[in-house]
């Protein structure tokens, strides 16, 4: 059985996972079976998840979109939001995230943008 979490600072960390699938560990509604995702390609259980890097939240996927605000340009990481060029891909006709649909959606992107900083304020926690 593979788990993930819902926890927003724990999106898909193993270890927790492995402690509860094991009966080592209780972790309540912050565990969730991911195994139809993985082999199946089932529909994720999550609403929405913060993707990371290390720790800081740089962007924010749901089932149809994903919106990243962090880019890097020889090994910096830039924030694209100040310069108003963040990302926005409707993965249900892009899956491969090559076009920049943001200026498509404006009402999307704010949305997935307020998502994405709540994220990083860790609001949800």
């Not at 270890?15 to 560990?25: E, I, K, T």
């Not at 089932?42 to 990371?52: I, K, N, Q, T, Y």
């Amino acid at each position: 059985m593979l788990l993930s979490l819902s926890a927003p600072r724990l999106p898909n960390h193993p270890l927790p996972a492995y402690a509860h699938s094991s009966g080592r560990g209780a972790f309540g509604d912050v565990v969730r079976d991911i195994t139809d995702v993985l082999i199946s390609g089932e529909a994720s259980p999550h609403d929405e998840m913060l993707l990371f890097d290390n720790e800081t939240v740089v962007g924010i996927r749901t089932q149809r979109w994903k919106y990243l605000d962090t880019a890097y340009y020889r090994g910096l990481r830039m924030s694209l939001a100040w310069m108003e060029y963040d990302q926005l891909y409707d993965l249900s006709t892009d899956p491969g995230e090559n076009y920049n649909v943001g200026a498509d959606y404006p009402d999307v992107l704010a949305d997935m943008r307020a998502r994405c900083w709540r994220g990083q304020r860790d609001e949800r926690l």
